[in-house]
Every structure is written in structure tokens, then in C-alpha cells.
């Protein structure tokens, strides 16, 4: 991260330097809204920003300069994806169908950050109801990727991944039922974690509640241990969540691979695509992990085809979203999102239990796959980020093939899974590796995380490079 501007020191440094009073919550806030007045208005990130964030950054000062910080996120700025609800603010979801009423209460994940006294900075966009991984939504238009605007920055949690990449705090909240953290986080240079099943507390579950979960977006591999930390406080409005005793995920996080054993994965039920450049970034991993003290070989988890799996799960949750509305708001939605909805919805019930036994075979075929090997490795996505302005054509093709091929898998089968940065492309946009562990063990995923990290230089956007010759869009 940055020695001087603290827009881009990690939440750790911030949080260093209020310790030692050489900065404050008011003064680093401040550092970020001067690059959000600056880039946002061609990033487009924000949903919403959050009036008091100066007014809490200025009683979290207050308490350093007291010695007394509320918890562990003290003053550090955060922004929660528009899929979450944050008391006071409207959760739109992307789309022109929703209440713009403001939320009664906070979302889970919100209230463990807010309660270890993080700065909330606002709203981040989704795609409409989180339903695909082009950067767009109804609601707020095209969210641009800060490496190269002409370019995605994935989704569904879109303004997540940008704020993170450009400059605008440290911590952001994404979700993820198919992908929606991991995908943005490789397209955007960016680690982002999707837990296991129930790590973060949930409620209202969303219409993909039975493989989401939120999880951070960070620049750093510690930030997004330290920030779970916050999230992962169990909630009794979640009757799914796991019952664990709150931990500092930190811990533990440098102890490196050294004996570990490590699956480098290519086949997932099916051949998901992935380009040259992608395979280099996995071996290049393998590789890292190796000289690191692990033991990396080739393997194959044997799973049934999760495609026919999660298509399902997907389609009949966008058609159960949109069977509840009435036909002047579906006209409002994304042509696509109504195109799957209308594909999937005659699905009978048999035919959809017929998929939730499947997902239960997938999940026991990688819990068997797992007493033989600690970490799976793979791509995250097949491609670098792809452009930003072409419309979403046949979606369901392009989930397999062009979206969430290598994510959507651990979402069937609830294990954490976590993407960390392996440097540029030749065209100077991020490539990201995924690791995945058994279901409950996140913390190997950080574990090996952070030995990739610490072996790759790390590459920050550079938005004042990219001109204002885009804010035309």
C-alpha cells in the first residue's frame, strides 16, 4: 500500500497511525472523498454516500485522542454493497422495482462492522438483484474498472470492487451466491473471500440465500482476515449462521503452507475455459506455493456436472423474484434477468430437488476430496476483465462460459473460497488465482493467500492515468 496517501494505506496502517495520533479518522476520510469527488463521477461506484461519514469520523477522532477506540475497525471508512440493508439508507438492489424507503435496521455483516466502530461511507452498486457479472444494473448504469474504464469491473458486487481498486477506503462489503466477490476482486486486482456457508450472518436472506454469503473486498490479505472478523459475528436473526466464538482471523495468517497439501485443479464436473494467461497465473501460483513448502500436484475432485446444478439454483431463484411482481415492474427489469427467469420458472419441483441432491453429491464428493488435500487451486475467472459496454447477450451460455465457471461451484458446496491478485496482464489488467478449503477451514484460504501476496509485486490502479476523457459515458 501507500506510505503518504491514505486513501491507499490498508486499514491496518490507518489504524497504526490513529493509534500513534500521526493521522486521524477525519483526516483519512478526508484523503478518500477528495478521490471519490475526483474519479467517482466516471467510476460510478457509489449508490449512495453517506452524509454523516465526516460527522462519525469525527467522534471516532474523538475517542483516539480519549484512548478509548470503540473496537478493532475504529474510524477506518467501509462501503456496503446495495444488496445489504444499512439503517437509514434505501436498498435499491440495482433495480427501478424496489422500495426506496430507507432500511429499519442494519444487515448483519453491518452491524459487526459498525459495532467495531468502522466509518460507513456509503453504498455500492450491484448488478439488479446481484444476477450477473457484467458491471451494470438498471438503476445506476455502468460501473467502470479503474485499471481501464473501457473494461468491466464484474459483479455482482460492482461498486465494491471499484471503490476498493480506486482509492475509496479500504474495507468493502461484497456478497457472493455464484462468484459476485471473487470475479470483481480477479477483474479489479483485489482479494475478496467468500466464507463458508453461514460464516457471516445474513438476513433478510436474499432470493440466492441458500448459497450466499458476504464477505470482504480488500487490497490486502490482512485487511480481509481482520475485517471478517467484524462480519463474522453470529446473529440470532440468521437461524443458518455458524455458532463460533468471534476470532481475530489474523491469527495464524503468516504461518505459510509448509506441509500442506495442494490440488491444482482443472476440471470441475466439466472443463471450465480458461485463457493462456490464466493458466500461467496458476502455475505461476503452483509454483509460489511450492518453493513455499507445499505439496502441489495435479487432481481431479470428481464431481457431477455442477453446471446443470447451478443453473437451476439460479434460474428458479430469479423466476421466484419475479413471479412476485406485478407485470408493470417486470418491464423495468434487466432483459436478461426476465429472459432466465422466464427459461427456468415452469422448472418442475421434482425436477428442482432432483438439483439440490446433485449439490448435495458435489459437496460430498469435495468434502471426501479434501481429507487428501488441504487447498484446492484454480483459475478465478477464464479471462481478464472483458468490456464494459457490450450487452449482456444469452446469459445462461455465458455464466458457463464466460462468467462464473470457475466460482459458482463452492457456492454449491459451501466451502470458503478466496481470490488473491497475481499481477497484470499484458495489457496491464489484474489477474486473480482462487484457493479454496474445506468447508469451516477459511483460515488455510488466508493462510495461502497471504504466501501468494507476499511473493507478487503489487500493482495499484493508477486512475489519474486513465484522464477525464471518460466522463462523457
Known amino acids: ?46 449508490a449512495v454516500l453517506n452524509p454523516k461519514a465526516l460527522q462519525q469520523a469525527g467522534e471516532s477522532s474523538a475517542r483516539w485522542a480519549a484512548g478509548r477506540p470503540l473496537g478493532a475497525l475504529d474510524g477506518v ?10 439503517q437509514g439508507f434505501p436498498t435499491r438492489r440495482g433495480s427501478k422495482t424496489t422500495d426506496a424507503s430507507p432500511a429499519a435496521e442494519d444487515a448483519p455483516a453491518v452491524l459487526g462492522l459498525k459495532a467495531a466502530g468502522a466509518v460507513i461511507l456509503g453504498k455500492t452498486t450491484t448488478t439488479e438483484f446481484g444476477w450477473k457479472t457484467p458491471g451494470d444494473c438498471p438503476l445506476h448504469g455502468i460501473t467502470r474498472n479503474v485499471w481501464n474504464p473501457e473494461r468491466t469491473v464484474g459483479g455482482s458486487s460492482s461498486g465494491a470492487a471499484a471503490a476498493g481498486a480506486a482509492g475509496f477506503g479500504p474495507l468493502h462489503i461484497g456478497t457472493d451466491a455464484g462468484g459476485s466477490i471473487r470475479i470483481p476482486a480477479a477483474f479489479c486486482g483485489l482479494v475478496g473471500m467468500k466464507p463458508s456457508y453461514g460464516r457471516v450472518p445474513q438476513w433478510p436472506h436474499s432470493a440466492f440465500g441458500q448459497v450466499s454469503c458476504a464477505g470482504p473486498m480488500t487490497r490486502s490479505v490482512r485487511d480481509a482476515a481482520l475485517m471478517m472478523s467484524a462480519m463474522a459475528q453470529p446473529d440470532l436473526r440468521d437461524p443458518f449462521c455458524v455458532h463460533d466464538t468471534p476470532r481475530d482471523w489474523r491469527e495464524g495468517v503468516e504461518d505459510g503452507v509448509g506441509g500442506l497439501r495442494v490440488a491444482v485443479v482443472r476440471r470441475l464436473g466439466y ?35 455442477t453446471r446443470a446444478i447451478f443453473g437451476r439454483v439460479w434460474g428458479v431463484a430469479l423466476a421466484r423474484l419475479v413471479r412476485t411482481m406485478p407485470p408493470e415492474k417486470r418491464a423495468l427489469l434487466d432483459r436478461g434477468l426476465d429472459e432466465v427467469a422466464e427459461r427456468e420458472g415452469g422448472m418442475s419441483a421434482v425436477d428442482f430437488l432432483g438439483a439440490e441432491a446433485l449439490r448435495g453429491e458435489a459437496a460430498h464428493a469435495m468434502a471426501r476430496f479434501h481429507q487428501r488435500y488441504d487447498l484446492l487451486l484454480c483459475p478465478t475467472t477464464p479471462t481478464a476483465a472483458f468490456a464494459a459496454d457490450t450487452p449482456t447477450l444469452k446469459p445462461t451460455e455465458a455464466l458457463w462460459r464466460d462468467w462464473a465457471p470457475w466460482t459458482f461451484t463452492f457456492n454449491l458446496t459451501r466451502q470458503p473460497a478466496i481470490s488473491v491478485p497475481l499481477g497484470l496482464d ?39 492515468a486513465q484522464g477525464c476523457e471518460h466522463h462523457h459515458h
Open 1 to 46: 500500500m501507500s506510505d503518504t496517501d491514505p486513501a491507499l494505506m490498508s486499514a491496518e496502517s490507518l489504524l497504526d497511525l490513529y493509534a500513534s495520533r500521526r493521522l486521524s479518522p477525519v483526516e483519512a476520510l478526508q484523503a478518500m472523498l477528495e478521490r471519490i469527488a475526483r474519479y467517482n463521477p466516471w467510476v460510478n461506484a457509489f
Open 77 to 86: 471508512p467501509v462501503t456496503v454493497k446495495d444488496l445489504l440493508h444499512l
Open 271 to 305: 472443463t471450465p475455459p480458461i485463457d493462456a494467461e490464466g493458466e500461467a497465473a496458476v502455475l505461476a501460483a503452483a509454483r509460489i506455493l511450492s518453493e513455499a513448502g507445499a505439496i502441489v500436484e495435479d487432481a481431479d475432485p470428481e464431481l457431477p456436472d
Open 426 to 464: 499484458e495489457h496491464g489488467m489484474p489477474r486473480g488465482v482462487q484457493l479454496a478449503a474445506a468447508q469451516l477451514r477459511d483460515d488455510l484460504c488466508f493462510r495461502a493467500a497471504r504466501v501468494i501476496e507476499r511473493a507478487v509485486t503489487p500493482a495499484i490502479a493508477q486512475p489519474e
